[in-house]
């Protein structure tokens, strides 16, 4: 009897413990998207692209950069360029630089050229790939 008392607290113990936070997959049945970290506009358009952090698996993390799209002739990638400006301090001036980036454009973005975007760093996507549109600005 005290053996089978002490092995049913040890399997209530254990499930206890067994219990796992939820899944993206179910949380993506649950809200449509994926709660990628980050305070932006979800857009509102679904996709089924596995590269895309609101619909897919991607994640994101490091640089966030705004910039505007410059190209778009790629299938699922822009081109975003941003201006900046760095001090020069033997001339105490301002020198203005480009910086050029490619980014992946999930479907339910579909940023086109002129539009301001911000792009957020992620995986290697491709050899010139590591970012991922996660937001257009709407004027
Ligand atoms: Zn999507």
Same mark, same amino acid.
């Given at each position: 009897?005290?053996?089978?008392?002490?092995?049913?607290?040890?399997?209530?113990?254990? &499930?206890?413990? #067994?219990?796992?936070?939820?899944?993206?997959? /179910?949380?993506?049945?649950? $809200?449509?998207? *994926?709660?990628?970290? @980050?305070?932006?506009?979800?857009?509102?358009?679904?996709?089924?692209?596995?590269?895309?952090?609101?619909?897919? &698996?991607?994640? #994101?993390?490091?640089?966030?950069?705004?910039? /505007?799209?410059?190209?778009? $002739?790629?299938? *699922?990638?822009?081109? @975003?360029?941003?201006?900046?400006?760095?001090?020069?301090?033997?001339?105490?001036?301002?020198?203005?630089?480009?910086?050029?980036?490619?980014?992946?454009?999930?479907?339910?973005?579909?940023?086109?050229?002129?539009?301001?975007?911000?792009?957020?760093?992620?995986?290697?996507?491709?050899?010139?790939?590591?970012?991922?549109?996660?937001?257009?600005?709407?004027?």
């Amino acid at each position: 009897m005290v053996a089978d008392s002490e092995k049913k607290k040890k399997t209530t113990k254990r &499930t206890k413990m #067994v219990k796992k936070p939820k899944k993206d997959k /179910e949380k993506v049945k649950a $809200k449509g998207y *994926r709660d990628i970290g @980050v305070d932006i506009i979800v857009p509102k358009k679904r996709c089924d692209d596995r590269n895309c952090p609101f619909h897919g &698996t991607l994640s #994101v993390r490091g640089q966030m950069i705004e910039g /505007e799209v410059i190209s778009d $002739k790629m299938q *699922r990638t822009v081109i @975003v360029e941003k201006n900046y400006r760095r001090y020069i301090p033997k001339y105490e001036r301002y020198e203005l630089r480009t910086g050029r980036y490619m980014a992946h454009n999930p479907p339910c973005i579909n940023a086109r050229t002129g539009a301001k975007v911000k792009i957020m760093e992620c995986r290697p996507l491709s050899k010139t790939k590591a970012f991922v549109v996660i937001e257009q600005k709407t004027k």
